[in-house]
């Protein structure tokens, strides 16, 4: 019933769709988990008395919400497949092909799929970004060298020497919304990191809701199940409603882990950026991308649904070097190919 009267949205194309974050930003559970919390007499955040029995409690009326976002989330996705089955359109084209199945609705079963197609794909993006350093081996002017072997010139230096630089393995950095609004993609962008991982010797990766925390331990398990696993019970990803807050992930990333963004860095974040009407941390971003080399966002959401209702890409996106719309593995493949 949530979903039904709260979640819908009507689309460009005169269709009506589902989204989960609008139900979350009607019912608040911030709001809901704060009035548990008060039922019970638990103190307030923020104030003294937080015991070992309360932080338990805690954990344990934090895991209820999220069970209850997990529930909305598994409405909006069956409205949407009904939706497709009744859709004349999407029946007559039959079932497409996994490369161009919508990451934002795989399904369990479908997901053994996709974890097998994302392997090449972090092969070749390590090998990318890989080329790239080599690319940029050859560094400035050593113009002592230079004045040296211009001696043997009359001191004329027609062969310039140029300095080389270190080599420097690639650096790549994952910043990955695992909110419930977009679920199912979150576990696309977690076997992403995963598989990144196991190519890339230099990969830090991060995982937020409205609390950023580094995962990159997590993903060194050989099974990306047991990763992903570890992180929802593991990580501390969630600190007050459990609603994406990206200003809170950027200030997170900036403040606790400054060495993670270096000039050597490609960051990658991945994510819908809608942050239920918070303030953005654009400024924070703006000086991650001063400090990176690259700075790409991956977005699941279709275009035409960019910078409507609580959606920030446009605030965002002037702060990368470019956004792309992610929504299958054919796009990310597409993506792969273009960074250099």
């Excluded at 047991?226 to 997170?252: K, M, P, Q, W």
């Amino acid at each position: 019933e949530a979903v039904a009267t709260f979640g819908t949205v009507a689309r460009r194309d005169g269709t009506t769709g589902y989204r989960s974050n609008r139900v979350t930003r009607e019912i608040k559970p911030g709001g809901l988990l704060r009035r548990m919390r008060e039922a019970e007499g638990l103190p307030a955040f923020g104030e003294d008395g937080h015991d070992l029995d309360t932080r338990l409690r805690d954990s344990e009326l934090a895991r209820s919400i999220r069970w209850w976002q997990q529930a909305v989330d598994g409405a909006v996705r069956r409205r949407l497949a009904d939706a497709d089955e009744l859709e004349p359109a999407a029946a007559s084209l039959g079932e497409p092909l996994p490369e161009d199945r919508e990451l934002l609705r795989v399904s369990v079963d479908e997901e053994r799929q996709v974890r097998a197609a994302v392997r090449p794909l972090a092969r070749r993006l390590a090998a990318r970004l890989a080329t790239r350093q080599r690319r940029a081996r050859r560094g400035r002017l050593d113009a002592r060298a230079t004045m040296r072997r211009s001696l043997d010139t009359g001191g004329v230096p027609i062969d310039p020497v140029m300095a080389r630089r270190r080599p420097h393995r690639p650096e790549l950095v994952l910043v990955c919304d695992v909110s419930g609004s977009v679920a199912a993609f979150a576990r696309f962008t977690l076997l992403l990191c995963h598989a990144v991982q196991g190519q890339i010797g230099r990969v830090r990766s991060f995982a937020f809701v409205d609390a950023l925390d580094e995962v990159t331990t997590l993903f060194a398990a050989d099974d990306a199940g047991d990763a992903i696993e570890r992180l929802s019970t593991e990580a501390r990803v969630v600190r007050f409603d459990g609603r994406s807050d990206y200003r809170a992930a950027f200030a997170g990333l900036k403040r606790d882990y400054p060495d993670a963004v270096t000039p050597r860095s490609t960051v990658i974040v991945l994510g819908d950026a809608r942050n239920n009407d918070r303030a953005s941390g654009a400024d924070d971003l703006a000086l991650l991308a001063g400090r990176a080399q690259r700075l790409y966002w991956l977005n699941p959401e279709p275009r035409p649904e960019w910078g409507t209702g609580d959606s920030l890409v446009g605030t965002y996106a002037r702060h990368t070097d470019r956004m792309v719309e992610c929504r299958t593995l054919r796009q990310l493949a597409a993506f792969v190919e273009t960074v250099a």
